[in-house]
């Protein structure tokens, strides 16, 4: 996950993070209608017709994820990324590289295993979803405070750099 070090991240990557955080932060917000579908299928039951749409919508922006981050890993891979900056204590640093290496796995893992759930019945791959849902809510927290005291406490331009509102 190292990528090649470049100065400052490409338009294209600022905008890549922060249509998959919108994306994201939609699937957290609209998901009833596809838990409602959920349920009444697996109990054999009919969906009840209103609740199609918002499970659909769930459906196309978990791929629409899916599709962005592959675009961004590779980006990162040919293009590189800048090193985490600001972090001058070594445990720090860490912590940040664990922390977007953790989110990087769970763009992949959490619309693998609700497409698995959804088209393919993969026993388990819906527990997997649910599981990987929360534990990527809580490292999107743990991952915006420390952008957030990035920017505020040490006064670092990481989040202005992720703004594009710095040219660097
Ligand atoms: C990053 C993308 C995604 C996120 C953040 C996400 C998030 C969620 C959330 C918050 C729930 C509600 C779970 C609960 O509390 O019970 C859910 C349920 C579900 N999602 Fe996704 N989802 C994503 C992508 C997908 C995709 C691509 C599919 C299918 C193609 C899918 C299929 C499902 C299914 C079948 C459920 C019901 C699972 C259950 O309740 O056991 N999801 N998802
Ligand atoms: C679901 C929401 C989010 C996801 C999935 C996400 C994901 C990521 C990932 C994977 C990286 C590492 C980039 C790389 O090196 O390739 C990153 C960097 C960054 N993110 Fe987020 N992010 C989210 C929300 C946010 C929010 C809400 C903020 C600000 C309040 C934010 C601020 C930043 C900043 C400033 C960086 C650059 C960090 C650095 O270069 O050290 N992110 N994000």
């Given at each position: 996950m190292a990528g090649t070090p470049v100065s400052s991240y490409s338009k294209t990557q600022i905008w890549l993070h922060w249509s998959i955080a919108a994306l994201i932060l939609v699937q957290f917000v609209a998901h009833d209608g596809m838990e409602h579908v959920w349920r009444a299928l697996r109990r054999g039951q009919e969906a009840a017709a209103g609740d199609w749409p918002l499970a659909y919508l769930h459906i196309v922006l978990g791929l629409a994820v899916l599709v962005l981050a592959a675009g961004r890993l590779w980006l990162r891979a040919t293009r590189g990324v800048p090193p985490v900056?600001?972090?001058?204590?070594p445990a720090l640093r860490l912590v940040a590289r664990l922390t977007h290496l953790v989110i990087y796995a769970l763009i992949f893992i959490v619309p693998l295993s609700g497409a698995a759930a959804w088209f393919?019945?993969?026993?388990g791959a819906g527990l997997v979803h649910v599981l990987g849902k929360n534990v990527l809510l809580y490292v999107v927290l743990l991952h915006t405070a420390g952008a957030l005291v990035q920017h505020f406490v040490l006064k670092s331009n990481v989040l202005r750099q992720m703004l594009a509102l710095r040219q660097a």
């Open positions: 900056s600001g972090m001058e204590h393919l019945q993969v026993p």
